[in-house]
């Protein structure tokens, strides 16, 4: 019953508040249709339980992604505009903004972003078999453009295991301490970007990893300041005295960017946007 009053209240919001999303059928079909108003086209996603669904309300109703919150009418250009500026100037270099999606569970924050980003190149890495298969099939129906990965990321090239806690199809972490169980490919971000083409320029990276940000961010870190946007969610919550958030503190607080806490996540921005190399 939630879950049909949230339904109803986003309808109202998108039709008397101008939200950007509509979903079009209740929460109780699986097969749910999704109106962008911005850009004015329907999309799929196929859900598997009310797990995907929570997911997909977090991403595309909430904007859990999204960083309008940004603009202030005490600056004569926000960063909502910086962000537009260069995500345009990408583009007219002749090059693709290149987004890495770390988490992508059932596709919906890849979509989210194809959505808001429909001419950058996106990556997305999955660590569990199913969720990777999910993804995938919600994101290449609308969009070629998305690569998913069934890998994870850390700070170097590997192996780690599965580790499946019980809370759902959107918390498998990896546990780089298991030497048994389900193993999975870790690839590092310099890696993927050492990889990638020589046409897409790095723009946004958006991490989900359930408390594998502590590894991620141990070593190997160089690659943060080429990003201008990251996104972030932290896991102390999540695992408590374990200090997993503490090695991205240690990184983002020695570098030139703004740090912005918002609903689940941290936007780290850079603010010499003027210095990016393109």
Request: net charge positive; aromatic share 14%; proline share 3%.
């Amino acid at each position: 019953m939630k879950k049909i009053i949230y339904w109803l209240i986003s309808v109202v919001k998108f039709l008397f508040l101008h939200k950007r999303f509509l979903l079009i059928f209740p929460p109780f079909i699986k097969s749910q249709i999704f109106f962008d108003r911005k850009n004015m086209n329907f999309f799929h996603i196929q859900n598997r339980n009310s797990v995907d669904w929570y997911t997909n309300k977090q991403v595309f109703i909430d904007e859990q992604f999204s960083w309008n919150f940004l603009i202030s009418e005490h600056v004569k250009r926000s960063r909502v505009q910086d962000i537009d500026i260069l995500y345009k100037q990408i583009i007219s270099s002749n090059k693709q903004p290149f987004i890495i999606d770390c988490g992508s569970n059932n596709g919906a924050s890849s979509l989210y972003f194809h959505q808001c980003f429909p001419e950058a190149r996106i990556q997305a890495l999955e660590i569990d078999k199913g969720n990777y298969l999910q993804s995938k099939a919600n994101t290449q129906r609308h969009a070629k453009s998305i690569e998913v990965i069934n890998k994870g990321v850390g700070s170097r090239d590997g192996f780690g295991a599965i580790d499946d806690p019980g809370m759902g199809n959107n918390a498998f972490r990896v546990d780089f301490e298991k030497s048994n169980g389900l193993k999975v490919e870790i690839v590092s971000i310099n890696t993927l970007l050492a990889n990638k083409s020589e046409f897409w320029a790095p723009f946004i990276i958006k991490i989900d990893i359930e408390g594998g940000e502590s590894d991620l961010f141990s070593s190997s870190t160089e690659w943060i300041n080429k990003f201008p946007i990251v996104i972030i969610e932290t896991h102390d919550w999540l695992f408590p005295k374990e200090n997993s958030s503490l090695n991205f503190l240690k990184c983002i607080s020695k570098l030139d960017r703004d740090f912005v806490f918002h609903g689940e996540n941290i936007f780290s921005i850079c603010n010499n946007f003027e210095k990016k190399q393109i």
